[in-house]
């Protein structure tokens, strides 16, 4: 046989003629020039890259008969003998075959004995990972010490199964995969210089497939060559290797530009009747996008696509761009898992159609039966609490804070020793209001100058100033005792102050709800709070969270019982939740006919659990119809199983009296949810109680004065009964 395959016959003689190896050819060169060899080098990378021929090169110019140099001759009988592989001293051995340890023992006894013909022992052990173990630790103490005469040169496509024991005994290089402008430029000049007519976008195309490797693109230039009749043809080369026309991909992609669904389908059909591979498109069609993207930042394209890629450039948002990415690559991933490749590639179109933006023109099919509305298509990123914030919030007002309406005096630091401002909560009735403060009497009860300290025994003391009045109310003089209707207002956002003022000399009466709270002795005098007021959040500093200020942090405020027991006595201070009652019996009070459609409302009515209550609480009312018909959306398929569906059906019935019928969809959901409403109100609640919280001037004391600090995530907000949060908020 005479026809000798380009694979061998263009195979690298020299350095000059290597492709793509740069760092591996100056780093030899300069050894060469310099004669500072190594005695083993390990050359890795993947197949076709040049690891043997490399080996070839430096076996010749370490024999070449002109001397040792990077430039041998490849005339004279050492070079030529290596290139026809009958050199004596250039040992060139298969792994894979000779794995054994007796192979690699037969092999190092030779090692010894001076070279031939030439100057050195070349001995290449191509695959050398497939070595065994034994082999490995036979070949160490050589590889470690060689003759002077030997050089081993080891090339492997997989360094990580050589042992490290023989890694650190080698130099190694890693060898590059080809650039395919590299490979194509390669075989522009293969074909060249053997006088085949060619096209410079078929030599791209086998460029790509070869994937970093020289070998395979000669190889597959050589069936080009066979199936092309001795030309190597765009048109050609494309059916050889399966690849996707172009053109289609751009269609694909404007179809999908223009929403038309019924074009995507139509071309998912034609692609099948012309047995197009749908891995490769997809695979291929990641390919233009991602080329798309460079466009979009202005990487300026040389193929002959460019100016449709241009086009589709200006017209694909680069966000929704990366979305078609992934779902391709994905797609062609799972094709295997479709019951056939073009179902599979069908339903990919269909996703890359569903997961357009919203606001743009879509052919979509005909509304179902009915008149319903159609669950329009999921934009990606759409939040479901997008627009909460558009819909009336069913929450308690906000409590003042400084800086947001409170009276600078609401927010003034008491002083311990009775020196204080009148101060009055918001809204207050006269009669329930405090008398002026005025200078507290000397006596046993009184606050006793203290000497000054620092750390946890000046918290003490400041502590103890504070709760003077509630001792004296206690036990003791009752000259002193605080009067029942004497309280210190919310400081900031509702935070209450201990009462430590002398009575007035003629108290106001106390207003008709308050006497049963005042015959408690044990309640401290500062948990007298107006009911108005129990709407905004109620704190009050432990004595044990004050007596850890030496630990430098300042623990969370509790509820007090007593201004518990009046928030849940008090109507006023119901949560907008508890305020609507629980679930109305059968038809009690509230007919379906008389809905006012505020379903994030009645999501919190109602009382389920489970997925009912997951369905409730995402849900999104779309319409009532016919009287007795609720048309929901869901926002994923879970919640819209029969089985729940049937149960949230029976609740509905049972709240409204009559039977309920219930159509659910599922789809992006835009709407006010009752989850949404329920975050918004828990953040707002989060954020009222920690700024009452810093406003306080006795936490504020504990921070600048004692170096506190409140511990991140510690506060919460309390609800009308004064515990921490509840079902709906």
């Not at 020299?14 to 591996?24: A, K, T, W």
């Not at 006919?593 to 849900?619: K, P």
Request: proline share 8%.
């Amino acid at each position: 046989m005479t026809h000798q395959v380009l694979a061998r016959k263009w195979r690298p003689r020299d350095f000059e003629s290597l492709v793509g190896q740069d760092h591996v050819v100056r780093a030899l060169s300069h050894a060469l020039a310099t004669q500072r060899l190594h005695h083993a080098y390990l050359f890795t990378g993947t197949r076709g890259v040049g690891k043997t021929t490399i080996a070839r090169i430096l076996a010749k110019a370490l024999n070449c008969e002109t001397g040792v140099s990077a430039r041998p001759c490849g005339v004279c009988r050492a070079c030529t003998e290596i290139d026809g592989g009958r050199f004596v001293d250039y040992i060139e051995l298969d792994a894979a075959s000779n794995r054994g340890v007796d192979e690699m023992t037969q092999l190092l006894e030779n090692a010894v004995y001076a070279p031939t013909a030439g100057r050195y022992k070349v001995y290449v052990i191509d695959e050398v990972h497939m070595l065994s173990t034994h082999a490995f630790n036979a070949m160490l103490k050589t590889l470690e010490e060689p003759p002077a005469h030997v050089m081993f040169v080891l090339a492997t496509t997989d360094p990580q199964r050589v042992p490290v024991t023989v890694l650190s005994r080698c130099l190694q290089f890693n060898l590059k995969n080809m650039p395919p402008q590299a490979v194509a430029s390669h075989l522009e000049q293969v074909l060249t210089a053997e006088s085949i007519a060619f096209d410079r976008g078929a030599l791209d195309r086998i460029g790509r497939s070869a994937a970093g490797s020289m070998r395979d693109a000669l190889s597959l230039l050589d069936q080009a060559i066979a199936f092309g009749g001795g030309e190597v043809r765009d048109a050609a080369v494309r059916e050889m290797l399966g690849v996707v026309d172009g053109a289609w991909l751009v269609r694909i992609l404007q179809a999908l530009d223009a929403g038309d669904g019924r074009a995507l389908i139509a071309l998912a059909d034609e692609m099948l009747a012309n047995n197009a591979p749908f891995e490769r498109t997809l695979i291929d069609l990641a390919a233009l996008l991602q080329r798309i993207a460079l466009a979009q930042v202005g990487a300026v394209s040389e193929a002959d696509d460019a100016a449709s890629v241009q086009e589709l450039a200006a017209a694909i948002a680069p966000e929704d761009l990366q979305v078609y990415y992934q779902i391709s690559i994905h797609g062609a991933r799972d094709l295997s898992l479709a019951p056939d490749p073009h179902t599979g590639f069908t339903m990919t179109l269909l996703r890359l159609l569903a997961f357009r933006p919203d606001g743009t023109a879509a052919a979509a099919p005909a509304a179902p039966a009915g008149g319903g509305q159609r669950a329009a298509p999921l934009s990606v990123g759409t939040a479901a609490t997008a627009t909460v914030s558009a819909a009336p919030l069913r929450s308690a007002p906000a409590p003042a804070s400084p800086g947001r309406g409170m009276p600078a005096q609401v927010a003034q630091r008491h002083e311990p020793q009775g020196q204080g401002a009148d101060v009055r909560p918001p809204g207050r009735p006269p009669q329930a209001q405090a008398a002026q403060a005025r200078p507290s009497p000397a006596g046993p009860t009184a606050a006793r100058p203290v000497p000054k300290s620092s750390g946890a025994s000046r918290a003490m003391e400041l502590l103890a100033n504070r709760t003077a009045g509630r001792d004296t109310a206690q036990g003791g003089d009752a000259s002193t005792a605080a009067e029942p209707g004497a309280v210190s207002g919310p400081a900031a956002g509702g935070v209450l102050e201990p009462a430590a003022y002398p009575p007035a000399a003629a108290p106001a009466p106390a207003p008709a709800r308050e006497p049963a709270h005042q015959a408690m002795p044990e309640a401290p005098p500062w948990e007298d709070i107006p009911p108005e007021d129990l709407d905004a959040p109620v704190v009050s500093a432990s004595a044990a969270s004050s007596a850890a200020v030496s630990a430098a942090s300042v623990s969370p405020a509790v509820v007090s019982p007593a201004a518990a027991s009046l928030a849940a006595a008090s109507p006023a201070a119901a949560s907008p939740a508890a305020a609507s009652g629980p679930a109305s019996p059968a038809g009690a009070s509230e007919t379906l006919a008389g809905f006012d459609g505020d379903w994030a409302a009645l999501a919190e009515r109602i009382v389920v659990n489970g997925f009912v209550q997951q369905f409730m609480q995402q849900s999104e009312l779309l319409g009532v119809e016919d009287g007795s018909l609720l048309k929901l959306r869901v926002p994923i398929r879970p919640l819209a199983e029969a089985s729940t569906v049937n149960r949230v059906r029976d609740a509905l019935s049972a709240h409204f009296g009559q039977p309920v019928r219930v159509e659910v969809e599922v789809g992006a959901v835009r709407g006010p949810t009752a989850a949404a409403v329920a975050a918004q109100r828990r953040s707002e609640r989060l954020a009222q109680a920690q700024a009452a919280i810093e406003a306080d001037p006795f936490v504020r004391t504990l921070l600048d004065e004692f170096d506190g600090s409140i511990v991140p995530g510690s506060v919460r907000p309390v609800d009308g009964n004064g515990m921490q949060g509840d079902r709906h908020a």
